[in-house]
């Protein structure tokens, strides 16, 4: 790009970024917090917020999610409950980005410590100091994340959450929308400690639009499940980054279903820093419709020996629906006996659909075994013939082609049982949108 090109885009996010920030305002803390709020905050104006010539932002246009205020979103009425409303779990209910405690159950559980945000960032000496921010700034490089630093700097709302032992049931957060206009900001924090074991749930749309980050520290042998359905709104807009750093034997799986949504864009940064540790990351995705847009962008970084990952990410696009994928691994000098496994595939139903892939691969180390590949396709016409020469009509074939492509990913999911409400919601909306 010529000097005068590059001078132009640096002034253009320069002014973008003011422009965002000028109507936004530090939250009050503890000086530790609002010390990691200004930083965060001078990480954005240092990074600028992302266009669409940065280069892991140009198969996804920012500007909706850069912009002062929030699109409208209409409201949307699913007309079937959240999902995981029938399991025993601990439910706590967020309303446009504020927790709902009326909604909620009391946040007391065996085997782990629930507190609000700005309780911990009120407090001169808290556990959280040692992670809020701190995941995220090491999470900035090589690649930068400005509307994560965002998030720290201003979010005012979410969940610190330190898990101690096993608890009985899982953590459920429902994220619900009531204001057309609302411009949600969530920051969690979670501490799995060593040898405990949590599954977190998480389901609804959020926000007409919501910047969600999550930091996550497993230590040694602890294990995090995480499961997250994104969908219902048919207009709302997402932006999410995870940040985790994983310990020795620990283990981080975590699962996203996309289906409707404008502009959904997920990001997630796993540092594997202790030996043996395991890191699972998978997605699904279906959408329908030119103004359906989902990016899944990953990156992986294997800092220790002898550990695994692995990125399974299926999406399935029609009517002119755009899906992206962006993940890469990177083995450090010192990571002998990595295996890194990365597979992004989508499956495309029309002509006018596309998927967008940049998988990449970078190793330092000598004694690995690391695969990615990417590959885009439409439905198996022998499978399809196969099954409708059986009687099955076309529409409920398809959709039973489908779910067999979606299969690998799901599997990932730990629990069987969620695994299969998973499915069954998939099918659900499959048969909607082809009545």
Not at 17 to 28: F, G, I, K, Q, S
Not at 174 to 202: K, Q
Not at 235 to 253: D, I, N, Y
Not at 340 to 368: H, T, W
Request: charged content about 25%.
């Amino acid at each position: 790009m010529p000097a005068i090109a590059r001078e132009k885009l640096a002034q253009l996010k320069r002014d973008t970024t003011e422009a965002r920030l000028a109507e936004m305002t530090l939250p009050d803390g503890a000086g530790w917090a609002a010390e990691a709020r200004a930083a965060a905050r001078a990480r954005v104006r240092d990074l600028g917020l992302p266009h669409p010539r940065d280069e892991y932002w140009k198969f996804t246009r920012p500007d909706t999610l850069v912009q002062p205020e929030a699109p409208r979103a209409a409201l949307f009425e699913a007309g079937e409950p959240h999902l995981f409303h029938d399991r025993d779990r601990l439910h706590l209910v967020f309303r446009d980005g504020v927790l709902d405690e009326s909604a909620s159950d009391a946040q007391a559980l065996e085997g782990i410590e629930i507190e609000r945000l700005g309780s911990a960032l009120a407090t001169d000496i808290h556990w959280t100091r040692d992670l809020y921010g701190v995941l995220e700034e090491a999470g900035q490089s090589p690649v930068p994340r400005p509307l994560a630093a965002l998030n720290t700097a201003y979010a005012t709302d979410g969940l610190v959450i330190r898990v101690t032992g096993t608890p009985a049931k899982p953590v459920c957060l429902t994220y619900l929308h009531a204001d057309e206009f609302s411009d949600g900001m969530l920051h969690h924090v979670i501490r799995v400690e060593p040898d405990a074991e949590m599954t977190l749930l998480e389901t609804g749309p959020g926000a007409a639009r919501i910047n969600q980050v999550m930091e996550v520290d497993v230590a040694d042998r602890g294990r995090l499940h995480h499961v997250r359905a994104q969908g219902r709104d048919h207009e709302r807009r997402a932006v999410t980054g995870t940040f985790a750093r994983l310990g020795s034997e620990s283990t981080f799986k975590s699962f996203t279903m996309t289906v409707n949504g404008v502009m959904t864009r997920n990001e997630c940064v796993v540092t594997l820093t202790g030996d043996d540790a395991v890191a699972h990351l998978a997605g699904v995705c279906v959408g329908d419709g030119t103004d359906f847009h989902q990016d899944d962008t990953v990156f992986v970084t294997h800092d220790a020996a002898n550990c695994e990952s692995r990125q399974v990410f299926k999406k399935v696009l029609r009517n002119g629906a755009t899906g992206v994928f962006q993940g890469k691994i990177l083995v450090k000098d010192g990571a002998q006996k990595t295996d890194g496994y990365q597979i992004s595939q989508s499956l495309l139903l029309d002509d006018d659909s596309q998927f967008q892939a940049k998988p990449e691969l970078e190793i330092y180390a000598d004694d690995v075994a690391c695969s990615h590949g990417s590959t885009s396709g439409a439905i198996d016409e022998t499978a399809l013939f196969y099954l409708r020469s059986r009687g099955v009509p076309e529409a409920e074939a398809t959709d039973l082609l489908v779910l067999a492509f979606l299969a690998e990913a799901l599997q990932e999911i730990e629990d069987d049982d969620i695994a299969e409400e998973m499915v069954n919601r998939l099918s659900g909306w499959l048969e909607r949108r082809a009545a």
